[in-house]
């Protein structure tokens, strides 16, 4: 985290769309965690908090695009011709598109809050050809409400905090990862109930 600390106060808005963007496609990173970085960074009135959020959003909406047509391009035909050798069949492939075009516009939405799920739902929304348009306005809201939601929360933090103490990049990087702590122990439980709940259906 500090080395991307060091990239945002260098790059500032290029670090955010960057870093947003690549989170998005697939390349691991704790964009939350980033996302209150940025907001608590924000205290400090070396950005605007309005551009950030569009930064972020525009990042992230890019980053759902590019995953949506690279599924949709490459990712079918590379399931149909391998799928075979890793026990997806084309009926099982059908299964899994019908109950994923059901509930898409929800999933695409939500999905932003679930760490892995926000990465694999534009491919899967890709591969199984959901509709574009409504791909783009789930996308749309949910990139919209993420950035906005995690960005705020940080720069409440940052305001409260900015209070009691100096603030420094040090205090920033101390409150940004206890949030991002309470943030995956929050996710792991949630995912938790859920799984302990398939289960006993």
Do not use: D
């Not at 990712?75 to 799928?83: D, E, L, R, S």
């Not at 932003?112 to 409504?134: D, E, T, V």
């Not at 990139?143 to 705020?152: D, P, Q």
């Amino acid at each position: 985290m500090e080395i991307i600390q060091n990239y945002f106060y260098t790059y500032g808005y290029l670090a955010i769309f960057i870093f947003i963007f690549f989170g998005i496609v697939g390349i691991p990173s704790p964009e939350e965690s980033f996302l209150i970085f940025v907001g608590i960074a924000l205290t400090q009135g070396s950005l605007n908090i309005v551009l950030c959020i569009l930064i972020a959003f525009l990042g992230s909406l890019t980053g759902m695009i590019t995953s949506y047509l690279i599924g949709y391009y490459i990712g079918k035909p590379f399931i149909i011709k391998y799928g075979k050798y890793i026990g997806l069949t084309p009926e099982r492939w059908h299964k899994a598109e019908e109950k994923f075009q059901k509930r898409a516009f929800i999933m695409i939405m939500i999905g932003y809050f679930i760490p892995g799920i926000r990465q694999i739902n534009p491919y899967m929304a890709g591969l199984s050809r959901y509709k574009f348009i409504f791909y783009l306005i789930a996308s749309t809201i949910g990139a919209f409400i993420w950035c906005t939601l995690f960005i705020l929360l940080g720069f409440f933090v940052g305001n409260k905090v900015h209070e009691f103490l100096t603030f420094t990049p040090v205090h920033i990087a101390i409150v940004g990862s206890i949030l991002a702590l309470v943030f995956i122990i929050l996710t792991i439980v949630h995912i938790i109930r859920i799984k302990r709940r398939s289960s006993g259906k």
